[in-house]
């Protein structure tokens, strides 16, 4: 029974090496195409720079700039009560106003 299966192995084997001994061989690029493929590639590049150059450069945000904007998010949050205190760029402060109007400068009163 071994050496069927053994027989039956060796068969497929051959016949997997005929098929790949059949197919073409994979195409090659004569010089010229490489050329004209990495002209056309050179082409691309400096396009995509040039349409690079018109658009803004955002440079990275600094510490300052962050504690900024995190400040003005949480005066602005709508779920403050009443007592709370809120951690600022420019200290502690306590919000007294109301959760239903807008904020107001006066809502927030520094803490000692």
Known sequence: MAIVHLATLGSV???????LDEAPPPPEMSREQWQD???ASRERATQMRRERKGLPIYQQSTAKDLAEEASKRILEDDSLL???I?????????FQ????????PDDFVPVR
Request: charged share 35%; with cysteine; net charge positive.
């Open 13 to 19: 084997t051959c016949l997997a090496q005929e098929v």
């Open 37 to 39: 493929t990495l002209k």
């Open 82 to 84: 009443p007592g709370d």
């Open 86 to 94: 809120v951690s600022t760029s420019r200290g502690l402060f306590r």
């Open 97 to 104: 106003g109301s959760p239903d109007r807008e904020r107001r």
